[in-house]
Each structure stands twice: as structure tokens, then as C-alpha cells.
């Protein structure tokens, strides 16, 4: 089992910056590949970015490209988002799961899910 525990989410304004962070604990976080997603009230969960395993490969969803910077830190089991920029449309609930071995794109075939941050946007 792996455990997933999301912090640094809150109320920022527009063009403000936000750094979200994932902890895992239990199984060998090492193996996995790491997702963000988003989910804001009345709309489908979407991903925003994903880091495989190594570090080596990052995706992002197009509205969040040179905005947003995902990294990990194998040595203390950590995930980060770097949010700059932020737009009202960032708004939603950001969630980190795992996947064994790779990045893919449906968010149902991620294992584990963390219980979620809030990032709200607003002036």
C-alpha cells in the first residue's frame, strides 16, 4: 500500500504563485509514476501533469505548459507542483496519485490517490 498525503494548497491571487506537495509512505514509492489532477466544482477530474518513476519524463496538460513545473525527490519520497501564474481557472481541488510504471493519461487507472488540496484563485 502506498499512502499519498497533498499539502500547500490555498487562496492566491491571480498571478500569484503556489507550490503544492505530495508525501508517499508504505510501498516503494521509487516505482512509481507520479500525476497531478484537478477537479473544479461541476467539471470531470483532468490531469495537469505527470513525472515518471526516474524523474526523467514530465507531461503537462496544454493551459498549465510554462506555468507549472512538476518535480520529485526520490530521497524523502516527495512530489511537487509549482503553480506560477495562477489564473481564476486554476481553481479546483488538486489531487496526486500513483501509477506503476508509467504516466498515462486516464486518471481511473491510477492506484492511489491522496485525499486532495484546495487551490482557489480569486482576487
Known amino acids: 500500500q502506498l499512502q499519498l498525503v497533498e499539502s500547500g494548497g490555498g487562496l492566491v491571487q491571480p498571478g500569484g504563485s503556489l507550490r503544492l506537495s505530495c508525501a508517499a509512505s508504505?510501498?516503494?514509492?521509487?516505482?512509481?509514476?507520479i500525476g497531478w489532477f484537478r477537479q473544479a466544482p461541476g467539471k470531470e477530474r483532468e490531469g495537469v501533469s505527470c513525472?515518471?518513476?526516474?524523474?526523467?519524463?514530465?507531461n503537462y496538460t496544454d493551459s498549465v505548459k510554462g506555468r507549472f513545473t512538476i518535480s520529485r525527490d526520490n530521497a524523502n519520497n516527495m512530489v511537487y507542483l509549482e503553480m506560477n501564474s495562477l489564473k481564476p481557472e486554476d481553481t479546483a481541488i488538486y489531487y496526486c496519485?500513483?501509477?506503476?510504471?508509467?504516466?498515462?493519461?486516464?486518471?481511473?487507472?491510477?492506484?492511489?490517490w491522496g485525499q486532495g488540496t484546495q487551490v482557489t484563485v480569486s482576487s
Open positions: 496519485a500513483a501509477n506503476r510504471p508509467i504516466c498515462v493519461s486516464d486518471w481511473r487507472r491510477y492506484e492511489y
Open positions: 508504505g510501498a516503494p514509492y521509487q516505482n512509481y509514476a
Open positions: 513525472i515518471s518513476s526516474s524523474g526523467g519524463y514530465t
